[in-house]
């Protein structure tokens, strides 16, 4: 059984009618009906009942119809889905990211996209939040890990993960010994801040933290990047507080502190556009579903 016998068949069930039936496969009546024999001696039922003035299908005709349809339409997506895969191993994939998403994500992700797509050739942009969108708006990337999201008609949102934001401080520092430490006593100390244009969503989110608290924290250094809050911390500027994906670059003159108090959280989105979901986009998010807690934003 070949799948022209299927589309044969589903011709001559639809039309109900072997010459309108041949018009519309490209094909002459003796032929058709020379097919449609052949396939019913397969299957060993009848499955069309033939008269001079009509064509009816038999009950085994009416359930063979409903999944020769299926076998078509499966056929056909099989056939789609390669054409897809060949034609995505010569095209790019150009992916914007943050530095957790490089940390956190990429470990998961390029591996599958590699092992499915040996050919396709991956450009990184390291870019931050706004870029980032900007680009994915003008298809000069394809997909965006960000830490904020925008809502629009265009882009699809889905959010990866949240982490909590962690306390470091100095070593050496007296607080170092305590247990735990009260936000209360933040006013105390000399911080180290993202700067708002490097890290709008961290920088706002501390900021609003401070201030729903009620802290009035001495801002001594804003941080372009996240490794100089650490090395700030490191040799005793002052203390900060990084999204807790930093805690495994620590060296040995930081600590972790935990809080009386809960510290806010931050989270990973990763954006697409709508009309640019192509195979590798769904494998990258597929194996986000696989790994993290994912909801549309």
Not at 45 to 55: A, E, P
Not at 113 to 131: G, M, N, T, V, Y
Not at 217 to 240: A, F, K, P
Not at 257 to 276: F, H, W
């Amino acid at each position: 059984m070949e799948l022209r016998h299927l589309r044969y068949f589903i011709a001559v069930a639809e039309e109900l009618n072997f010459t309108k039936a041949a018009q519309r496969m490209c094909t002459v009546q003796p032929s058709l009906s020379q097919q449609i024999k052949d396939l019913e001696q397969e299957v060993g039922v009848q499955l069309l009942l033939r008269t001079n003035r009509k064509v009816e299908l038999t009950e085994e005709g009416k359930a063979f119809l409903k999944d020769a349809r299926l076998s078509i339409e499966h056929a056909e997506k099989a056939v789609l889905n390669a054409r897809q895969v060949a034609q995505l191993n010569k095209e790019q994939l150009h992916i914007g990211f943050v530095p957790v998403a490089e940390m956190k994500v990429f470990p998961y992700i390029m591996p599958n996209i590699r092992a499915k797509f040996p050919d396709l050739k991956i450009h990184f942009h390291s870019l931050q939040d706004s870029e980032q969108l900007k680009a994915l708006q003008r298809g000069e990337i394809d997909i965006a890990f960000t830490r904020y999201a925008e809502e629009s008609a265009d882009i699809e949102t889905i959010q990866v993960f949240t982490e909590p934001l962690a306390l470091i401080i100095p070593k050496n520092s007296p607080e170092a010994a305590q247990r735990h430490i009260s936000i209360k006593s933040f006013s105390q100390q000399d911080f180290i801040v993202s700067d708002e244009h490097s890290s709008p969503e961290l920088y706002r989110i501390i900021q609003d933290f401070f201030k729903q608290s009620k802290l009035n924290v001495n801002v001594v250094q804003y941080s372009t990047n996240i490794l100089l809050n650490v090395n700030l911390v490191g040799i005793g500027v002052g203390w900060s507080l990084v999204p807790s994906y930093v805690i495994p670059l620590l060296g040995d003159k930081i600590v972790v502190k935990n809080t009386v108090e809960p510290l806010p959280t931050i989270g990973l989105y990763a954006s697409y556009r709508k009309d640019k979901r192509n195979e590798a986009i769904e494998l990258i998010l597929q194996v986000l579903k696989e790994q993290f807690y994912m909801g549309f934003f």
